[in-house]
């Protein structure tokens, strides 16, 4: 427990990235750049799939609720990042950081289940096509997206509650580029044993569980193609779960790199770099790899490319 009669704070310093120097502008335009990428792409898939009855599939919205989840998270993280970048630091209200981590959270959080859900559809299209629509029905798809947005709701409102019951005496300073959970923590001058418990016990059903669920049905998924006697049809059927496969190894690999990673082998600039990636990488190259992978969605986007070009 941390003890202290030091006054307490109220504003955070957000260092972000020391020692850019002349690297500066181009990080700033390159980040600007992905963030504009990122968000343009995950409106362009959102528009697409409701637009296009083809794709009003259960699979497919739950790819719009990917893309919206991403455009909230990047959203979420990067605006004051670029000005962290610009002005090399930027101080914060201790209330904004809070509100920040309470939104980043439950945003992880929403889309572990989210692409869980998504592992599940895939084990049903492959393994059991026969009962496939049967059980993933419209009213499944929307209960199920449901469930995700609640318990995004639920978290932010259960960690908001419990961190804005500590107090915060200092050091003010955060050498992060977000206020991410142990760095915000760290500035707590009381007991923070049992928040790192309830965040604990929380990662169960919202980061265990998922890993468990999609690892159990991509080995049923596995195991389903091999006895498929074609190579075409092998070929066929992993097509329709790749660009998912992809997705979810970028995501949680990162995340259980940065998280699970012992402290004394990941320095700051490792947790940085990890943390920019599923922060502002994942959020960027999510749409572009099920626009390339799928076959659905790169099939309509030539047809309207097609269009677009007879009509001029």
């Not at 950081?97 to 939104?103: D, G, K, L, S, V």
């Not at 049923?220 to 049809?233: E, N, R, W």
């Not at 190259?285 to 007879?310: A, C, E, H, Q, W």
Request: hydrophobic letters at 50%; a positive charge; glycine letters at 4%.
């Amino acid at each position: 427990m941390k003890e202290g009669n030091s006054t307490m704070i109220t504003e955070i310093l957000l260092l972000g990235f020391e020692n850019l120097h002349s690297l500066k502008s181009l990080f700033f335009i390159g980040i600007l750049l992905v963030y504009g990428l990122a968000v343009s792409g995950n409106i362009f898939i959102i528009t697409l799939v409701s637009t296009c009855k083809k794709l009003h599939r259960p699979m497919y919205i739950f790819l719009t609720q990917l893309s919206f989840l991403d455009i909230l998270l990047i959203t979420t993280i990067v605006p004051n990042m670029l000005l962290i970048v610009l002005n090399e630091g930027i101080s914060m209200s201790l209330m904004g950081c809070i509100t920040q981590f309470c939104f980043f959270a439950g945003l992880e959080m929403a889309e572990c289940l989210l692409l869980t859900m998504m592992s599940y559809d895939r084990y049903l299209a492959i393994c059991t096509p026969l009962r496939y629509t049967s059980i993933m029905d419209f009213a499944l798809c929307v209960k199920l997206i449901v469930l995700s947005w609640l318990s995004n709701f639920i978290t932010i409102l259960i960690i908001a509650l419990t961190v804005c019951g500590l107090k915060f005496c200092g050091p003010h300073v955060i050498n992060h580029f977000f206020c991410d959970v142990s760095p915000l923590l760290d500035l707590s001058c009381t007991d923070t044993s049992m928040v790192h418990m309830e965040i604990f016990i929380m990662s169960v059903p919202v980061l265990g569980l998922p890993v468990v669920v999609i690892i159990l049905s991509y080995i049923y998924i596995i195991i389903t193609i091999l006895k498929i006697p074609s190579i075409t049809g092998r070929q066929k059927t992993f097509s329709t779960c790749s660009s998912h496969l992809t997705v979810v190894s970028i995501y949680f690999g990162t995340i259980i790199g940065i998280y699970l990673l012992p402290h004394e082998r990941s320095s700051l600039a490792t947790n940085k770099v990890l943390s920019l990636f599923y922060t502002v990488v994942t959020p960027f190259v999510n749409p572009i790899i099920y626009s390339l992978r799928n076959k659905d969605i790169k099939g309509i986007f030539t047809k309207i490319t097609n269009k677009m070009r007879v009509s001029n």
